[in-house]
Nanobody, 124 residues
Framework: QVHVVESGGGFVQPGGSLRLSCVVT????????VGWFRQAPGLEREFVAA????????TDAASPKGRFSISRDNAKNTVFLQLISLRPEDTATYYC?????????????????WGQGTQVTVSS
């Protein structure tokens, strides 16, 4: 049974930083890609970043370039999303998802396992 658990969200002032973590368990040594998505109230879920098992990164063209970065530690089954210079418009629930693919993807339907989300609130 695959489980995906996010952590690291919280309340931060504009300009602050957070590091979100995503732990994926139950993969039984299969390679998997991980994607981060976010959804703000009343808005569609949007892709933020993804990373393949081998470390190939994918970010959306509209993503906050230079402010969000994705990395992973396969030994710890953990993927990180570093958020810096946060803005109020970054406020959302951030979701992590896992897919048994050998490539990173921005397509939500390619992800089979999703976490419950972690809330990021940016406000003064």
């Amino acid at each position: 049974q695959v489980h995906v658990v996010e952590s690291g969200g919280g309340f931060v002032q504009p300009g602050g930083s957070l590091r979100l973590s995503c732990v994926v368990t139950g993969t039984t040594s299969r390679m998997y890609a991980v994607g981060w998505f976010r959804q703000a109230p009343g808005l569609e879920r949007e892709f933020v970043a993804a990373i393949s098992y081998g470390g190939a990164r994918l970010t959306d063209a509209a993503s906050p370039k230079g402010r969000f970065s994705i990395s992973r530690d396969n030994a710890k089954n953990t993927v990180f999303l570093q958020l810096i210079s946060l803005r109020p418009e970054d406020t959302a629930t951030y979701y992590c998802a896992a897919a048994f693919t050998d490539y990173s993807t921005y397509v939500p339907r390619e992800y089979d396992y999703w976490g419950q989300g972690t809330q990021v609130t940016v406000s003064s």
